[in-house]
């Protein structure tokens, strides 16, 4: 507000300043102009009029008299006649007759200088010229004084119209300087304000919106941020949360095992064998989810972590599918594997085996016994296709956008007791994603899954 009071009234009192100098500047000049113009036709007639060897010639003064008087009316000035000596031998006004008047504009005009003064102060002009005799001597001069009130009078009524219009303008830009930083901060400070409590850590703050303007934008943009954020903190508390649970009940179990035993005194051996064989499996299980865990830490660093080298996907599949054949041949379940053509890709080898695997894994556990297991190999010339389908039990529709989630299992008693530890097809996204490719599920319960996998065939770190 200070600033821009000083940006708009320091020039404006300079304005108004130069203004009021100028205008009585030029009144006055004009006036001395005008004076300088009568005195100079005044003295030549009195000059030529021999007004100094008339004096004592009493008809012919009093005709010059009122030839002078006539003068003065017209011009509405005064005009005194002085002796070379400054004594006044006529006055228009009669006021200084016999009197001695020696003023630096008379001694100017005797000396044929030139005469001519303002005086601010009396607020009249003065204006002298010399007066010769036939011999062009000088015998006397000629000082016309005008007043300049009415100059004065103007240049103030001019001066209070100015007064009042920058009265005006201060109160107009009073008002605005009050109003435009209201309307410019306000919205500001709100955002400020909602931006202090959410560093403080309360999420749920959003901006109010108004209007359609700049700020509304600012504020939308942030509103969308922040959601964001809380979205993000709202994962990241939730993922604790589970896996906080993941890792509580396996320990639970070890805890009730261990102190049945404990509190037996002499427990059989073969109850021994048997709690010790149940602590071994949920500590298995622990260290499948921290396995999975890191897995998924180590994906989250980003494409850094790949090691990306030439991969066979057709060998890489019937690796996987060797090592699964026993429990499938136990299952029952029939593993098909179609490779339409051999494809190689740029990828993590290690990553993208695990990711496959998980899918073969799922599709075998998934599905019951006699089912049938089929995986497909085939490319085009920028993608590769991976696809696992299954005859299982399929995933209903609400859940099918979930699975990818990290510990999302459909059935949670009856997964759980699969062994699986509900990361599996998180670390596969995150794989998928990374490769920049990608992976869908078409399922329907009770008939069966298919995932497809799109894997780029050229590994670009930038795309
Ligand atoms: P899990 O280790 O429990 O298998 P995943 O992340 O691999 O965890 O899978 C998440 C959930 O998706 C599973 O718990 C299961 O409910 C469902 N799911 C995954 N694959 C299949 C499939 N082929 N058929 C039916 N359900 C599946």
């Known amino acids: 507000m200070v600033v821009y009071l000083c940006i708009s009234f320091v020039p404006l009192i300079f304005f108004f300043n130069t203004i009021m100098i100028s205008i009585r500047d030029y009144f006055q000049t004009d006036r001395e102009k005008k004076l300088l113009n009568a005195v100079n036709i005044i003295a030549p007639t009195i000059t030529k009029a021999n007004y100094f060897s008339h004096l004592g010639d009493e008809s012919k003064r009093q005709m010059m008299d009122s030839d002078i008087a006539d003068f003065s009316a017209q011009g509405s000035y005064r005009i005194l006649v002085l002796d070379n000596y400054g004594m006044v031998l006529n006055d228009s006004n009669n006021a200084e007759v016999g009197r001695t008047k020696i003023i630096p504009e008379v001694i100017n005009a005797l000396e044929r200088e030139n005469a001519i003064k303002t005086h601010t102060a009396e607020q009249t002009v003065y204006a002298a010229a010399p007066i010769e005799n036939e011999a062009s001597e000088i015998v006397g001069a000629v000082l016309v004084v005008s007043s300049i009130e009415d100059i004065f009078v103007s240049v103030s009524e001019i001066e209070q119209k100015l007064i009042m219009y920058t009265a005006i303008t201060t109160i107009v830009m009073g008002v605005l300087g009050f109003a435009v930083p209201q309307v410019l901060i306000d919205p500001l400070s709100s955002i400020v304000s909602v931006v202090q409590k959410m560093s403080d850590g309360h999420l749920d703050q959003r901006i109010k919106i108004s209007?359609?303007?700049?700020?509304?934008k600012l504020g939308h943009a942030f509103n969308d941020m922040a959601e964001k954020l809380e979205k993000v903190d709202n994962?990241?508390?939730?993922?604790?949360?589970?896996?906080?649970?993941?890792?509580?009940?396996?320990?639970?179990?070890?805890?009730?095992?261990?102190?049945?035993?404990?509190?037996?005194?002499?427990?059989p051996l073969l109850m021994y064998r048997e709690f010790l064989r149940d602590i071994n499996s949920e500590v298995d299980r622990m260290t499948r989810v921290v396995t999975d865990l890191l897995q998924l830490v180590k994906l989250d660093q980003g494409e850094l972590g790949l090691n990306i080298q030439t991969t066979n996907i057709n060998r890489m599949v019937s690796d996987i599918l060797k090592r699964l054949g026993p429990l499938a041949e136990r299952k029952e379940i029939k593993l098909i594997f179609e490779d339409v053509r051999e494809v190689v890709i740029e990828a993590d080898e290690m990553k993208i085996t695990s990711t496959i695997s998980n899918l073969l894994d799922n599709a075998v556990k998934y599905t019951p016994n006699g089912g049938t297991v089929k995986t497909?190999?085939?490319?085009?010339?920028?993608?590769?296709?991976?696809?696992?389908?299954?005859?299982?039990?399929?995933?209903?529709?609400?859940?099918?956008?979930?699975?990818?989630?990290?510990?999302?299992?459909?059935?949670k008693t009856r997964d759980r007791e699969t062994g699986g530890t509900g990361l599996g097809l998180a670390i596969t996204y995150s794989t998928v994603r990374l490769h920049h490719g990608s992976i869908r599920v078409i399922s329907k319960e009770n008939e069966g899954s298919l995932f497809i996998v799109r894997l780029p065939i050229h590994y670009s770190r930038n795309a």
């Open 376 to 411: 497909t190999v085939d490319a085009d010339h920028q993608n590769a296709f991976i696809t696992v389908s299954d005859t299982g039990i399929g995933i209903k529709e609400e859940d099918q956008g979930k699975i990818f989630d990290r510990f999302y299992r459909v059935d």
């Open 211 to 216: 209007g359609r303007d700049e700020y509304a």
């Open 235 to 267: 994962t990241r508390q939730e993922f604790v949360s589970n896996v906080s649970h993941e890792l509580k009940t396996p320990l639970s179990s070890i805890k009730v095992l261990s102190e049945s035993i404990l509190l037996q005194n002499d427990a």
